[in-house]
């Protein structure tokens, strides 16, 4: 079985995500250049893309800046 090197590029979105994002969804484009749109739920941010973009964007939930997060490795 082949072993798979791949990895994958840590983007830094502290330039894109401002405190109007804290504890909301947020659509980047694919590049991660911009914040295409924002909302409240992840339904209100999908019906914001435009046609267009649509198939095209990454949905992230922006935590609270005062939360920490720990991934489990169980």
């Known amino acids: 079985m082949e072993k798979n090197n791949s990895t994958i590029k840590a ?3 502290s330039k894109l995500i401002k405190k109007e994002h804290e504890n909301k969804w947020v659509a980047f484009s694919s ?3 911009r914040i295409v749109s924002s909302g409240k739920t ?4 999908a019906s914001k893309i435009k046609a267009r973009e649509k198939g095209r964007v ?3 939930k922006v935590l609270p800046f005062e939360a920490y997060y720990e991934p489990s490795l169980v």
Do not use: A, N, P, S
């Open 31 to 33: 590049d991660y250049k």
């Open 42 to 45: 992840l339904k209100d941010t």
């Open 11 to 13: 983007h830094d979105l």
């Open 58 to 60: 990454i949905f992230h």
